[in-house]
């Protein structure tokens, strides 16, 4: 019996104690800081009930309200706008643009610097006249020579200009002051035709007494007389390449020279009657003539060949000048007519009629306008600009 009474009471021990009270729920921790939506209190359900869990709806995650960028000021570009393109004029093809006048006789050749900045010109009243060409307003007046000035040429940088004189005489001028240089003498004629190398070491110059002479320029110095012609040299150009010398004499004939040497490398003959103006294209590989004849004839400098024989003047054609981009050729003659030629076709393009002789046309440096010297005094500028 005392051996069975401890298990018993061992075991009410533990159903007394299964019996015994459930500990008090801790009490919930409230956040003072969170705010917390209000919920509708859930009743404990009494004791033995069977409890089934429902889930809780979950609350929807609040979506967060964006907050709007404030709208920035648009700030306006300040870039510098594309240059514009200065306007083409809008003149018409051989509209004359201008007329100076200041000589007190007729023109034997008006030439432009090589900047394109100033004009002269050559009268037979014995003076050349420097023109601003942009404002067209004389700027001094070169008196010296004896006799009319038939012949004037720029040096490529612009610094001297020289004239020729049928006082038998070249004098070399500095610019832009306008004051004479030095004399060169050694022709026995009048000189006719001038042309500095493309260097501006040296000048040829052409005679009435058939000789073309080259000089320095620095010393004053002759360097070499060519000769050949039979009758007086009235025209004389250099080759852009600085190869060639060209001249065109009243013995009919065009003559090519070494520059390197002074021979008489070519003659081409064709005309009919005297030669006057001889000139070289800008690529130097052609050579156009003016005859009295009426007619300008294009030669091949490296064959000595006749290319094209140009009709249209009724009388001597006094000058021949080829644009800077060799795409025209430009004559002026007796008739009172200059005349442009499409190159290489030789068709033609303008006849120009200033009402007066021809003595003298050359193209601007952009070879937009085409100056004419006259007979009359007057030098005419007319727009031969093309697209």
Not at 97 to 120: C, N, R
Not at 131 to 156: I, M
Not at 178 to 206: K, W
Request: proline content about 8%; some cysteine.
């Amino acid at each position: 019996m005392k051996r069975l009474a401890l298990p018993v009471f061992a075991m009410l021990s533990l159903v007394l104690l299964g019996c015994g009270e459930t500990p008090a729920a801790s009490p919930a921790i409230t956040n003072p800081t969170a705010t917390v939506a209000p919920l509708t209190a859930t009743p404990s359900p009494p004791p033995g009930a069977t409890v089934t869990a429902v889930p809780a709806t979950a609350s929807p995650t609040p979506v967060p309200t964006a907050t709007a960028v404030p709208t920035a000021t648009p700030v306006r570009p300040t870039a510098t706008p594309a240059p514009t393109t200065t306007p083409r004029p809008s003149y018409t093809f051989g509209q004359e643009l201008a007329t100076l006048s200041g000589h007190s006789g007729g023109l034997w050749q008006a030439v432009l610097s090589p900047d394109g900045k100033i004009l002269a010109s050559a009268s037979a009243d014995k003076t050349v006249i420097l023109w601003d060409f942009a404002t067209r307003q004389s700027l001094k007046t070169l008196k010296g020579h004896a006799g009319e000035v038939r012949a004037v040429a720029f040096s490529p940088d612009g610094t001297t200009l020289a004239s020729g004189s049928t006082d038998k005489t070249i004098k070399l001028w500095k610019l832009p002051e306008g004051t004479e240089i030095r004399v060169l003498r050694g022709h026995t004629d009048e000189v006719a035709g001038l042309a500095f190398s493309p260097d501006g070491q040296t000048l040829a110059s052409g005679s009435k007494d058939a000789n073309l002479r080259l000089w320095s320029v620095k010393s004053g110095q002759s360097l070499k007389t060519l000769t050949g012609h039979s009758n007086w040299v009235e025209s004389v150009a250099w080759s852009p390449d600085g190869k060639w010398l060209a001249s065109g004499s009243l013995d009919f004939t065009v003559r090519l020279w070494s520059a390197a040497t002074g021979e008489n490398t070519a003659i081409m003959r064709g005309h009919t009657n005297w030669v006057l103006p001889a000139n070289f294209s800008p690529d130097s590989q052609l050579v156009a003539s003016g005859s009295k004849d009426g007619t300008v004839r294009v030669w091949s400098v490296g064959t000595g060949k006749q290319l094209l024989n140009l009709t249209g003047h009724g009388e001597e054609v006094r000058s021949v000048a080829f644009s800077p981009d060799g795409r025209m050729l430009a004559s002026g003659a007796e008739d009172e007519t200059a005349r442009l030629w499409e190159m290489p076709s030789g068709k033609p393009l303008l006849t120009i009629k200033p009402k007066s002789s021809t003595a003298w046309v050359t193209f601007s440096p952009d070879g937009n306008t085409l100056v004419t010297g006259l007979g009359n005094s007057l030098i005419k500028l007319w727009w031969v600009g093309r697209a």
